[in-house]
């Protein structure tokens, strides 16, 4: 059983940064795709970004050029810089592995308000 743990959301203005953390309990460094996904109240899930193991990038066209998702496979984590947020940017972010199944974390709440 793969474990994804996701950390580092909260409460940031319009404009802020934010850095989300993906751990997950094995290596990830032979998972092809691992990738952010958000889901907003009343919305269907929806792709942020995904990274394949050969570290090629795939951004949703909301986030192109303020968030850059990254993997460090020495922590077996998996990251989300989000800059110049916005409050459409308010969702569930949900840290996502496709190995043999896919697998989900339990999500972080990202809220953009002032």
């Known amino acids: 059983q793969v474990q994804l743990v996701e950390s580092g959301g909260g409460l940031v203005q319009p404009g802020g940064s934010l850095r989300l953390s993906c751990a997950a309990s094995i290596s990830i460094f032979s998972i092809k795709v691992m990738g952010w996904y958000r889901q907003a109240p009343g919305k269907q899930r929806e792709l942020v970004a995904d990274?394949?193991?050969?570290?090629?990038?795939n951004y949703a066209n909301s986030v192109k050029g303020r968030f850059t998702i990254s993997r460090d496979n020495a922590k077996k984590t998996v990251y989300l810089q989000m800059n110049s947020l916005k409050p459409e940017d308010t969702a569930v972010y949900y840290c996502n592995a496709q190995i043999v199944r896919t697998y989900w974390g339990q999500g972080t709440q990202v809220t953009v308000s002032s």
């Open positions: 990274i394949t193991s050969g570290d090629s990038t």
